[in-house]
């Protein structure tokens, strides 16, 4: 897939529009340098050339330029196409050198005889056309290698480019899978949890289990709905928290406390979604909740960080858990952001830290 995607990008830069306008940018630029040059040195040397015989320079030279030019873009066309993966760039380039130099020599030969032919009504001379066959080969292989090069620098940078793209893209569907398969653990951490406190509260009170199933059904379809979303609103995070602490209740009833205190203009930031349910839920299974010992948590902001605390009361005997609640947090976190949640615990109370995230 790599290879025909970076094959299908590198084919792009040899369409008809970037051949007919690397012909034209070329042939321009050697139609106004060569004959300048000429012209440059004929008034050194005290030559005067006729206005006919300038022009028939440029018209010379322009036939020529788009003669070799267009071998020598269909040459790099060809050897694009068929060495696209190959890794000998030096070698590949002294071989289009050679072979776009040929290109250059014989349409050059070729051109000069007629140009000579039409002109002069006449075969040219040997010594003349020779000596003059010399002069413009050497001028057209130096302006052909020099071509050549950016041509062929103008290729790799090409290269580099889509390469990086195809890796940039392929270490995003990667990033994006190993997202994906984080978030599909919250669904059944949340649903192992949930049946976990059922368990506890069937043996306890039948009649609130009812109550649990009921509300339980209504929130899961919340979990189901952000399990496409890589970040959610702080606001809707609360808003579920309302509902979940409602399901809590029906359990703890008075034994569990919770109590935001969240600056409003926060509201539209952005947190991985049940990263709260997930925090309460872990308060809830290794700390002791009774009447004598009420669990209290506390919801609020530092800096950029939601802080979730609540008091520290160990359990003396660990609920059933699969242990990839926190651990699947701060893995989220690394998809999304440079900042880390932070897990602490005090003599007095456990403390989880979660960054904020902004829309950008």
């Known amino acids: 897939m790599a290879n025909k995607f970076l094959k299908m990008n590198q084919n792009i830069h040899f369409t008809r529009k970037v051949i007919?306008?690397?012909?034209?940018?070329?042939?321009?630029v050697t139609t106004i340098i060569i004959p300048t040059i000429f012209f440059i040195e004929?008034?050194?040397?005290?030559?005067?050339?006729?206005?006919?015989?300038?022009?028939l320079n440029i018209l010379f030279t322009l036939f020529v330029s788009i003669s070799i030019t267009t071998a020598n873009v269909f040459t790099f066309r060809f050897f694009n196409d068929r060495y696209i993966n190959y890794k000998g760039y030096l070698k590949i380039f002294v071989i289009e050198?050679?072979?776009?130099?040929?290109n250059a020599i014989v349409i050059m030969a070729i051109a000069l005889y007629y140009f000579f032919y039409f002109t002069d009504n006449k075969?040219?001379?040997?010594?003349?056309?020779?000596?003059?066959?010399?002069?413009?080969?050497?001028?057209?292989?130096?302006?052909?290698?020099?071509?050549c090069g950016f041509a062929e620098a103008y290729i790799l940078f090409i290269k580099w480019k889509n390469t990086l793209i195809e890796t940039?893209?392929?270490?995003?569907?990667?990033?994006?899978?190993?997202?994906?398969?984080?978030?599909?653990?919250?669904?059944?951490h949340f649903l192992f949890n949930s049946l976990n406190s059922l368990s506890s509260l069937i043996r306890v009170s039948p009649e609130k289990a009812i109550d649990f199933v009921d509300k339980f059904s209504k929130i899961y379809r919340y979990v189901l709905d952000m399990n496409d979303k890589m970040v959610v609103e702080l606001k809707d995070e609360l808003n579920f928290l309302q509902s979940f602490y409602f399901l809590q209740k029906i359990r703890f009833g008075k034994n569990l406390?919770?109590?935001?205190?969240?600056?409003?203009?926060?509201?539209?930031?952005?947190?991985?979604?049940?990263?709260?349910?997930?925090?309460?839920?872990?308060?809830?299974?290794?700390?002791?909740?009774?009447s004598e010992k009420?669990?209290?948590?506390?919801?609020?902001?530092?800096?950029?960080?939601?802080?979730?605390e609540n008091n520290?009361?160990?359990?003396?005997?660990?609920?059933?858990?699969?242990?990839?609640?926190?651990?699947?947090?701060?893995?989220?976190?690394?998809?999304?952001?440079?900042?880390?949640?932070?897990?602490?615990?005090?003599?007095?109370?456990?403390?989880?830290?979660?960054?904020?995230?902004?829309?950008?």
């Open 20 to 28: 007919i306008w690397t012909i034209i940018i070329v042939c321009f």
């Open 42 to 55: 004929n008034k050194i040397h005290g030559v005067n050339n006729p206005v006919n015989v300038t022009l």
């Open 97 to 102: 050198i050679l072979v776009t130099s040929i």
């Open 123 to 147: 075969l040219p001379k040997n010594d003349e056309f020779f000596s003059s066959l010399f002069t413009n080969v050497v001028i057209a292989v130096i302006v052909n290698i020099i071509v």
């Open 168 to 188: 940039e893209k392929l270490q995003r569907e990667k990033a994006e899978s190993q997202y994906a398969a984080l978030k599909n653990q919250v669904n059944p």
């Open 257 to 290: 406390e919770i109590e935001t205190n969240i600056d409003a203009a926060k509201l539209n930031e952005y947190i991985p979604p049940l990263s709260i349910q997930i925090l309460i839920e872990n308060a809830i299974k290794h700390n002791e909740i009774s």
């Open 294 to 308: 009420p669990l209290k948590i506390n919801i609020y902001l530092e800096n950029d960080f939601l802080v979730i």
């Open 312 to 360: 520290l009361q160990l359990k003396n005997s660990m609920e059933s858990s699969t242990g990839i609640g926190l651990s699947n947090l701060k893995e989220r976190y690394e998809h999304l952001s440079d900042k880390k949640p932070e897990f602490y615990a005090t003599n007095t109370a456990y403390i989880a830290k979660i960054p904020l995230l902004s829309a950008t």
